[in-house]
């Protein structure tokens, strides 16, 4: 399944780290961009929070531009991968339209972080981007 444009150049990106030492340190340069906003920002409240998500992730968002802009906390300062996909979703489906967000297939999060992902692991970040789709849909 083609994924919207951004998000392929990330994917494209992480292609190129076939070692998965080299692919890791790629991740984390990633999630150390991620900025943890307030709670005011992003209300840390049931219907936020990310089910099955071992590192405490929230999801909100706002209209911008044709889409919306998607905003995550991520409250333990241990969630890397958290943070690493928070600011993927975050600069490739912003402001995108949500027929281009519905396009992002779950399996996205073993593309991004192989498949040596746990089981826990896994499932909380795939919730992650079933997150931001339901977010994608929102009309106000």
Do not use: H, W
């Amino acid at each position: 399944m083609p994924y919207p444009a951004k998000l392929q150049e990330f994917l494209d990106d992480l292609a190129m780290f076939p070692d998965r030492a080299d692919r890791i340190d790629a991740l984390i340069s990633i999630g150390q961009r991620f900025k943890n906003p307030d709670e005011e920002t992003v209300p840390r409240t049931p219907q936020t929070r990310v089910p099955g998500c071992e590192s405490e992730v929230f999801v909100a968002s706002k209209p911008e531009g044709q889409g919306r802009r998607f905003l995550f906390g991520v409250d333990n300062p241990q969630g890397i991968s958290a943070m690493a996909l928070a600011q993927i979703l975050d600069e490739s489906l912003t402001a995108q339209p949500p027929s281009e967000v519905e396009m992002v297939s779950e399996d996205v999060v073993y593309d991004i972080f192989g498949k040596e992902l746990s089981m826990g692991k896994s499932l909380g970040l795939t919730n992650m981007v079933r997150m931001v789709k339901q977010e994608s849909k929102k009309g106000d």
